[in-house]
């Protein structure tokens, strides 16, 4: 267990409203990471962070916003929520040293109508 | 940049038989290859990973894969699959990204069937 929590886990919300969503990890990875899944698509790669106020873009980042100003924090924002942003989120972190692989949190489902 | 291709979408088996699972990914001077399963209406869960060393990784659940440098492959395989390995698996690359991280590349996941 990777002590990763994402708020909300199920979010329905309007065309045009702006969503923030929430990953919470308790043990102070320095790499945190925003994918969203779809159907025939797999995971991409939204945004990602490499240090507090350190982030950079992933393969899909149009109409996302993040911030990193604190270590155990992570927020992903839709400024404008469009229907084509329904998806499931998943936050993840990775370890330093060298090993590589990602923990995933429970993941976020957001519809927007 | 690195890709992933999963070149099934959907394997069918019978129970106890064995199975293999596709992914092919673009090639690189050295990359780091994993598999990751997810079950209905769950996260995603770390099958096994190939970072160096032996080609054959063997993973939890009696999974296993084997990294094939010159065909570009890293296939899974299970010789005797049981109903409860249902699920989505993912095959993913590293791709270095800023400030010492690595991102992952997905594939677009095969979902794996088990009837009885």
Known sequence: ?113 | AQSVTQLDSQVPVFEEAPVELRCNYSSSVSVYLFWYVQYPNQGLQLLLKYLSGSTLVKGINGFEAEFNKSQTSFHLRKPSVHISDTAEYFCAVSDQGKGGSEKLVFGKGTKLTVNP
């Open chain 1, 1 to 113: 267990d990777a002590g990763i929590t994402q708020s909300p886990r199920h979010k329905v919300t309007e065309t045009g409203t702006p969503v923030t969503l929430r990953c919470h990890q308790t043990e102070n990875h320095r790499y945190m990471y925003w994918y969203r899944q779809d159907p025939g698509h797999g995971l991409r790669l939204i945004h990602y962070s490499y240090g507090v106020k350190d982030t950079d873009k992933g393969e899909v980042s149009d109409g996302y916003s993040v911030s990193r100003s604190k270590t155990e924090d992570f927020l992903l924002t839709l400024e404008s929520a469009t229907s084509s942003q329904t998806s499931v989120y998943f936050c993840a972190i990775s370890l330093a040293g060298g090993l590589y692989e990602q923990y995933f949190g429970p993941g976020t489902r957001l519809t927007v109508t």
